[in-house]
Antibody, heavy 120, light 113 residues
């Protein structure tokens, strides 16, 4: 069974940093690109960042570029999101998301999310 | 960026009736070289993460009931629930994965009448 378990969320002051982790299990981790998608309270879905299977291709939303860093450790079946210079508007539930296998499309598995609250 | 819009914002449907949700992309998301539309549909029930329902605009994800169907091409797409069940009450999002930034529609709330 595919499982994605986020951790590292919490309450943080504006300007500070936080690191999210996602532990993946139940599938061959390095067969898949991975993503972070966030959802602000009561709002829709916003793609944040993507990383290819071998970290060779990394992309960010403009809203987080130069502040957030996505990374992965295939030996540990883990995905990370280093969030720096946090802003109040970064408050959201952050989902760790698996890209579909080759031949399919979209994002096929989502974790339960890690809540990040940025507030003074 | 490709902007995704959805209509209606919300709809209330009786059990067993049809629900239709529309999605429009600001740019063509059909890729000629592989003849595919880079469009997915997700269902998000209250308090749960999104669930992939349809990809390539019309391919149902494994395990998704056949009352869900996707159609459309180019810039205009539709998700149809042929016979609404109580467990289908949710917010539905379309998404383009043609190019980054991958963008989602604002969502359509489906509720029971």
């Amino acid at each position: 069974e595919v499982q994605l378990l986020e951790s590292g969320g919490g309450l943080v002051q504006p300007g500070r940093s936080l690191r999210l982790s996602c532990a993946a299990s139940g599938f061959i981790f390095d067969d898949h690109a991975m993503h972070w998608v966030r959802q602000r309270p009561g709002a829709g879905l916003e793609w944040v960042a993507s990383i290819s299977w071998n970290s060779g291709k990394i992309e960010y939303a403009v809203s987080v570029k130069d502040r957030f860093i996505i990374s992965r450790d295939n030996a540990k079946n883990s995905l990370y999101l280093e969030m720096n210079s946090l802003r109040v508007e970064d408050t959201a539930l952050y989902y760790c998301v698996r890209d579909t296998p080759v031949g399919a499309g979209g994002f096929d598995y989502w974790g339960e999310g890690a809540l990040v609250v940025v507030s003074s | 960026d490709i902007v995704m819009t959805q209509s209606p914002d919300s709809l209330a449907v009786s059990l067993g009736e049809r629900a239709t949700i529309n999605c429009k992309s600001s740019q063509n998301i059909f890729y000629d070289s592989n003849n595919k539309n880079y469009l997915a549909w997700y269902q998000q029930r209250p308090g749960q993460p999104p669930k992939l329902l349809v990809y390539w605009a019309s391919i149902r994800q494994s395990g998704v009931p056949d009352r869900f169907s996707g159609s459309g091409s180019g810039t205009d797409f539709t998700l149809t629930i042929s016979s609404l069940q109580a467990e289908d009450v949710a917010v539905y999002y379309c998404q383009q994965y043609y190019t980054t930034p991958f963008t989602f529609g604002p969502g359509t709330i489906v509720d029971l009448k």
